[in-house]
Structures are given as structure tokens and as C-alpha cells.
């Protein structure tokens, strides 16, 4: 008899740990709260459903008698996850171990209890008004974030206090329900690390460089995936196996974004998941010549894993915007893109001809093209990108 999974999240970038189950004999029960995910169709049983539902998704995995409770690559319904593990008695993620990630405060108290960091300096509030009562209390320039959230919704840089009230009513729906985070601006280089927590030990699978977009909205314009900085490994290594020890969190993924200055780690944010837009099941299973997906499902099955040593090929992650509202026609010299060496794929997220909009959220990035290779042709063709690839936006 087969064994039955549920999986949360059923988009693009969940497709490849969906296969990994299915060639492991599991059956699949899939929940999304979009109508009409990506893959649906490639589970056994899809529901519909909000995952604010916990008690009807509760009695569905009971009905189902489902052993494992599994997402890839999105941390919208680990909360949901962990908490239906508590009730069902099943393995997995911990409430205890997602309550400390999700909520951002209660991580930043216990990277200055526990690991004793100084940076970066924060405050928290219960509402807006509380704010405008202490601003005296505030130095700009602030990065606003809600305590609870995943990504970058919500997230902006305030340079004074008119900005930050402007941007706070612009941005107050990712705040309804959440205490408010001020966090003082790093203006440094930003990385990102990915791996796993094995066996109480931190497992590394790559480094990644990351370039911002300019404020007030701070996503991800570029990443220069499996960068090598055998420095920064070292530090990056000795820090989160020091976390693990302080926090006692074991067999999960781990996505933490960073800045480093003068030989100091700073923590920007930390997951227990992959990197979405494929970084995760795509690239990182290049990088360890194994399938990341396969490590995540014996990671919360608790199965025995041997880790690839990874390889040094680099990627190149460039997310297509604009700064304008307009008419999208298409990307400037996309057929000299394509002809690169380099060139690995393009994937374009909204329609020609369809409306665009100014970059404030994931979901106005227009689409991304990612290269690969080895560093003296990824930089070539990095800086040939930088003066010829872009999104041709019209207006209205």
C-alpha cells in the first residue's frame, strides 16, 4: 500500500520536488489556495483551499491518513505545516522551530541573547501610532518590515520620517495584523547561503552574491549564484553551526541571507527552505550533482543522506523590471541573449503587450533570464548584459 504525502503549494517551482515524490511511490495530496496552480494536475488528489483552514485540511490529511506533510520552496505554509504536525503527531517542521524563523523580533532577540550580536540595531511597535509617538527614538535611514511575512512583502527603506509614514499607508495591508519592525539600513554586500541542518550540523551547498534593487523597495535584481569566497564559507559555516547549537533545530533546509562587514556576519533573514525561482531544485541540485529535493524530503523523513562535495559552475540569476507604468513590448536584444554561450533560459512572467507596473513587489517583476558557466565567461557576459539586455516598456 502507498504511502500518502501532503504537499502545500503547488507552483512552478514545487514541480520537481512533486516528481521526486512520485518516483518514490508516494501518493500526493495537494493543496494550493490559487484555483488553478501551475501543478495541480500532477499530484493524485488537489484541493482548493485557504490555508487559514487548518481545521478542514486537518480532517482532510486524517481521511487520507497521511504520513508526511511537506512544502518546496515557499515558506507561506510552514506555520500551517508545523502546526498540523503538532496535532497529527507527525514528524517534520517543529512549531517551535518555524514560530523563532517566522517571527522576525523574536529571531533578532535571540541572535542577541543567544549569539550575542550587536547588529543590526531594531526597534518594535505595536502600530503606526505608537511609532509617530516615540519617533524621537528613530535613526534614519530605517528598513520597515512586518514582524510576521515572508519575502519581501511589505519591505521598504524610509531615508526620514515623511517617507516612512508615506510608505507605511502605501504598504499598511502587509501590516494589519502584525507588530511592526524598524531595523537600521546596512548599505553593504549582501550574500545568501543555502543548505541543510544534518545530523545537528550545518551542511553547506552554496554562496550566493546578491544585488538589490534601488529603495525604496529592496528585491533582488540580480544573484551571482555558487560564488566563491572560501572566507566567507568559513564564517558563514562556523556561524550556523553555532546557531544550530543555540537553537537545537535539526534535519531542514536552511536559506539565510546575510551581509558581511569587516569579517562580521549580519543577519538580514533565515528560512527553513530552499531558495524559490529554481535557485533550490533546479541550480543547487547542478551545484551538488544530487537532487536538493530528494535531500529535503529524507531530511523531514529523517532517512540517512550522503552530500555531494558541490562544484564551482557559477549561475547568474537577473530578474527583468521597470521603473515606470506601461505597456510591455518585449527585451531589448533578447536574440544576442539567447546566443550566448552562457544562456540558459529566459522566463518571461507577464504577457507582450500587457500592462506593467514600477517594481514594489514579486509579482511586478516582469521575468528573469539565468546563465551558467565557469567565472571568466560568466563575467564576459555578465558586463556585455549590463549595457544591452532589458525590458522594453512603452507608455500607456
Known amino acids: 500500500m502507498l504511502e500518502t504525502v501532503a504537499v502545500f503549494g503547488l507552483g512552478k517551482y ?3 520536488g512533486i516528481k521526486q515524490l512520485k518516483q518514490n511511490n508516494f501518493k500526493i495530496i495537494g493543496f494550493d489556495e490559487q484555483k488553478y496552480p501551475f501543478s495541480r494536475k500532477d499530484v493524485d488528489i ?5 490555508f487559514t483552514n487548518r481545521a478542514k485540511i486537518q480532517n482532510i490529511c486524517l481521511k487520507y491518513k497521511v504520513r508526511y506533510l511537506l512544502s518546496f520552496n515557499t515558506e507561506a505554509p510552514l506555520i500551517l505545516i508545523s502546526k498540523l504536525n503538532k496535532n497529527l503527531n507527525l514528524s ?19 541572535f542577541k541573547s543567544k549569539m ?4 543590526p540595531k531594531f526597534l518594535s511597535f505595536r502600530n503606526f501610532t505608537e511609532i509617530q509617538r516615540e519617533k524621537k527614538l528613530l535613526k534614519f535611514p530605517l528598513v520597515c518590515k512586518p514582524n510576521v511575512g515572508s519575502g519581501s512583502r511589505g519591505v521598504f527603506l524610509a531615508r526620514n520620517f515623511f517617507e516612512l509614514a508615506k510608505l507605511f499607508q502605501i504598504n499598511k495591508n502587509f501590516y494589519f495584523t502584525q507588530r511592526i519592525l524598524l531595523e537600521e539600513f546596512i548599505d553593504n554586500n549582501e550574500f545568501a547561503v543555502e543548505g541543510w ?4 550540523k550545518f551542511i553547506f551547498g552554496c554562496l550566493s552574491k546578491k544585488v538589490r534593487t534601488e529603495p525604496p523597495y529592496l528585491l533582488d535584481k540580480n544573484l551571482i549564484i555558487n560564488y566563491q569566497n572560501l572566507k566567507i564559507k568559513k564564517k558563514i559555516i562556523n556561524f550556523l553551526n553555532l546557531f544550530v547549537k543555540k537553537s537545537n533545530i535539526d534535519n531542514m533546509p536552511v536559506h ?4 558581511e562587514r569587516k569579517g562580521n556576519i549580519i543577519p538580514v533573514d533565515i ?3 530552499g531558495a524559490g525561482f529554481g535557485v533550490y531544485s533546479n541550480i543547487l541540485s547542478k551545484i551538488m550533482r544530487q537532487s536538493s529535493d530528494k535531500i529535503l524530503i529524507n531530511l523531514l523523513m529523517k532517512k540517512k543522506i550522503v552530500f555531494n562535495k558541490p562544484n564551482k559552475k557559477i549561475y547568474f540569476l537577473n530578474f527583468f523590471s521597470t521603473n515606470k507604468k506601461g505597456i510591455f513590448k518585449g527585451i531589448k536584444n533578447v536574440k544576442k541573449l539567447i546566443s550566448l554561450d552562457t544562456f540558459s533560459e529566459i522566463d518571461l512572467y507577464k504577457k507582450k503587450n500587457s500592462k506593467v507596473f514600477p517594481l514594489k513587489k514579486g509579482g511586478d517583476r516582469i521575468g528573469h533570464f539565468l546563465l551558467e558557466g565557469y567565472f571568466n565567461s560568466i563575467i564576459k557576459d555578465i558586463n556585455f548584459i549590463k ?3 532589458e525590458a522594453k516598456v512603452i507608455n500607456e
Open 14 to 16: 514545487q514541480l520537481d
Open 46 to 50: 488537489f484541493y482548493h483551499i485557504l
Open 92 to 110: 517534520g517542521y517543529r512549531s517551535k522551530d518555524i514560530e523563532l524563523i517566522a517571527n522576525k523580533i523574536k529571531l533578532r532577540n535571540f
Open 116 to 119: 550575542n550580536l550587536k547588529k
Open 197 to 200: 541542518i544534518y545530523k545537528k
Open 256 to 259: 539565510f541571507e546575510f551581509f
Open 271 to 273: 528560512s527553513l527552505r
Open 387 to 389: 549595457k544591452y539586455i
